[in-house]
Nanobody, 123 residues
Framework: QVQLVESGGGLVQTGGSLRLLCAVS????????LGWFRQVPGKERDFVAA????????YYADSVKGRFTISRDNAGNTVHLEMRSLKPEDTAVYYC????????????????WGQGTQVTVSS
């Protein structure tokens, strides 16, 4: 049973940066494609970014392209989300997701979840 633990969230001003980390355990790390989603209260969880098993290919929501970068460390069993030029609309709880068989670039493809980390961008 894979376990995902997010960290790195916090409060940042508009235009600032944050780096989220998701530590993955309980399985073979390279067996999982990984992704990040975010959710605000009262709304559906939205796709943010995803990365393939080897890290060769990445996928992004249009709203974060050019500002966010997903990467993975297959030696350290972690996946990162580097967030730059943050905007108030990026405020959300950010969740790490995993799937052995498909890249989790849609909500229905996210099989395993972490507990989330809060990101708040002040204006």
């Amino acid at each position: 049973q894979v376990q995902l633990v997010e960290s790195g969230g916090g409060l940042v001003q508009t235009g600032g940066s944050l780096r989220l980390l998701c530590a993955v355990s309980g399985g073979t790390f390279t067996s999982y494609a990984l992704g990040w989603f975010r959710q605000v209260p009262g709304k559906e969880r939205d796709f943010v970014a995803a990365i393939t098993w080897s890290g060769t290919n990445t996928y992004y929501a249009d709203s974060v392209k050019g500002r966010f970068t997903i990467s993975r460390d297959n030696a350290g069993n972690t996946v990162h989300l580097e967030m730059r030029s943050l905007k108030p609309e990026d405020t959300a709880v950010y969740y790490c997701a995993a799937n052995e068989w498909s890249v989790p670039n849609e909500l229905r493809l996210a099989v395993s979840w972490g507990q989330g980390t809060q990101v708040t961008v002040s204006s």
